[in-house]
């Protein structure tokens, strides 16, 4: 039986994989093992806490000694770690907690895996490829060139993966994803801040001239990927899990207010996020080779992720009225002053 240690379960693409994966394994036992910062949010497996397969540990992937005596507690098998500091934005405002958890948490894992024999998937992004110029799709193999905190931290702990699997020959491998949207996605994202601010009747604040591009992939699509991956992948090997397809954000914009009948003079462009990188794309034909193909494309996934804002008030304002206020005023107060409509 496959006893899984979830890090960062109670986060947004941790909670969906674990709703997909017992779903699809009824017969795992799950652990989740989160901070619950104010990305983990219990409410997110609020359909989920009474199964008998799953429970919580709250504890820092830093913590070794939690982590080690969770591992052996529970006979984990497989740790899968997607906790980590996940917003850009939040990196620039402050960039050491993204050190901490995203590299020395990263590290602490490998220590517990290689000392206990456990294999270890580790999330990664699309962001440590960095800024993709003209045409090209990044591939496994390029050359990671982080330009945010957020990503060089994301790059680093890829890399101390990829290392541990080198010298100490513990079984590891690595996906990396596009930009994930759906249901849980915490609101200082783009889609889930347009959406709600959409529903809301607030401004949407497009850095830039929005010309922007990403894959914003379906974040069912990326589970059934590391699903993909955990059952055949490769042992050592790096996957890049998203659609291939980008659009700009201007795009999403668009699928965003039309799927909620929301008018477009809402847009206001707003001072661009430092070292904004222009372009993500990538390769997905070595995921693809096991067999895996993406559900959703980019704009019913958008669209989708719209409408499940829409329908599910009851789990982001309480967000919004909380200490997410104090972030929004942080980040956008000063850029939103004095802005046009388009
Ligand atoms: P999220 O911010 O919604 O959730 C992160 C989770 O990690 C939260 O539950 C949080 O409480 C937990 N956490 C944070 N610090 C921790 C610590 N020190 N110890 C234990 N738990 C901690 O993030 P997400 O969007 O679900 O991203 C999950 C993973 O996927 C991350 O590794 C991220 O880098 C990666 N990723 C995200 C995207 C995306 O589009 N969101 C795309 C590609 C890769
Ligand atoms: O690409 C994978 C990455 O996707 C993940 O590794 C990150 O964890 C995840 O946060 C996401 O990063 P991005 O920076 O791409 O996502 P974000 O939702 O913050 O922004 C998406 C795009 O929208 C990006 O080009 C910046 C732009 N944007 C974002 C915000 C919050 C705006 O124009 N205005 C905004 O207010």
Same mark, same amino acid.
């Given at each position: 039986?496959?006893?899984?240690?979830?890090?960062?379960?109670?986060?947004?693409?941790?909670?969906? %994989?674990?709703?997909?994966?017992?779903?699809?394994?009824?017969?795992?036992?799950?652990?989740?093992?989160?901070?619950?910062?104010?990305?983990?949010?219990?409410?997110? @497996?609020?359909?989920?806490?009474?199964?008998?397969?799953?429970?919580?540990?709250?504890?820092?992937?830093?913590?070794?000694?939690?982590?080690?005596?969770?591992?052996?507690?529970?006979?984990?098998?497989?740790?899968?770690?997607?906790?980590?500091?996940?917003?850009?934005?939040?990196?620039?405002?402050?960039?050491?907690?993204?050190?901490?958890?995203?590299?020395?948490?990263?590290?602490?894992?490998?220590?517990?895996?290689?000392?206990?024999?456990?294999?270890?998937?580790?999330?990664?992004?699309?962001?440590?490829?960095?800024?993709?110029?003209?045409?090209?799709?990044?591939?496994?193999?390029?050359?990671?060139?982080?330009?945010?905190?957020?990503?060089?931290?994301?790059?680093?702990?890829?890399? @101390?993966?990829?290392?541990?699997?080198?010298?100490?020959?513990?079984?590891?491998?690595?996906?990396?994803?596009?930009?994930?949207?759906?249901?849980?996605?915490?609101? +200082?994202?783009?889609?889930? @801040?347009?959406?709600?601010?959409?529903?809301?009747?607030?401004?949407?604040?497009?850095?830039?001239?929005?010309?922007?591009?990403?894959?914003?992939?379906?974040?069912?699509?990326?589970?059934?990927?590391? +699903?993909?991956?955990? @059952?055949?992948?490769?042992?050592?090997?790096?996957?890049?899990?998203?659609?291939?397809?980008?659009?700009?954000?201007?795009?999403?914009?668009?699928?965003?207010?039309?799927?909620?009948?929301?008018?477009?003079?809402?847009?206001?462009?707003?001072?661009?996020?430092?070292?904004?990188?222009?372009?993500?794309?990538?390769?997905?034909?070595?995921?693809?080779?096991?067999?895996?193909?993406?559900?959703?494309?980019?704009?019913?996934?958008?669209?989708?992720?719209?409408?499940?804002?829409?329908?599910?008030?009851?789990?982001?304002?309480?967000?919004?009225?909380?200490? %997410?206020? +104090?972030?929004?005023?942080?980040?956008?107060? +000063?850029?939103?002053?004095?802005?046009?409509?388009?």
């Amino acid at each position: 039986m496959e006893r899984l240690l979830i890090t960062g379960g109670c986060g947004f693409i941790g909670s969906n %994989f674990v709703r997909y994966w017992l779903a699809q394994h009824p017969e795992s036992r799950i652990v989740i093992y989160d901070k619950l910062t104010y990305a983990g949010r219990r409410e997110n @497996l609020l359909d989920l806490w009474d199964s008998a397969n799953i429970s919580l540990v709250v504890g820092d992937i830093g913590d070794q000694e939690l982590v080690r005596k969770t591992c052996t507690d529970e006979s984990i098998n497989l740790i899968v770690n997607f906790a980590a500091e996940t917003h850009v934005d939040q990196s620039i405002l402050g960039p050491l907690v993204f050190t901490d958890t995203n590299v020395r948490g990263t590290h602490v894992l490998l220590e517990v895996a290689r000392e206990l024999g456990i294999r270890l998937h580790h999330i990664s992004t699309d962001e440590v490829y960095g800024h993709i110029k003209d045409e090209h799709q990044s591939l496994e193999t390029d050359e990671l060139a982080p330009r945010s905190p957020y990503a060089a931290s994301k790059a680093a702990a890829d890399q @101390l993966v990829q290392a541990y699997a080198v010298t100490y020959g513990i079984p590891v491998t690595i996906t990396r994803g596009a930009n994930n949207v759906g249901p849980y996605q915490y609101p +200082e994202k783009a889609v889930p @801040l347009f959406s709600t601010n959409a529903i809301l009747g607030e401004v949407i604040p497009v850095y830039g001239d929005g010309l922007q591009m990403r894959d914003y992939a379906h974040v069912y699509d990326h589970c059934t990927g590391i +699903e993909a991956v955990l @059952l055949r992948g490769e042992i050592g090997a790096v996957y890049n899990v998203g659609t291939g397809r980008e659009m700009t954000n201007l795009e999403m914009v668009d699928i965003v207010l039309d799927t909620l009948g929301q008018d477009h003079s809402l847009v206001r462009h707003v001072a661009d996020r430092p070292g904004h990188d222009r372009r993500y794309s990538m390769n997905v034909d070595k995921l693809r080779s096991l067999g895996w193909e993406p559900k959703y494309d980019p704009r019913q996934a958008v669209a989708e992720a719209a409408r499940w804002y829409a329908e599910n008030r009851w789990w982001w304002e309480p967000i919004r009225n909380s200490e %997410f206020r +104090e972030y929004y005023n942080r980040q956008y107060a +000063e850029r939103l002053a004095g802005t046009q409509t388009t």
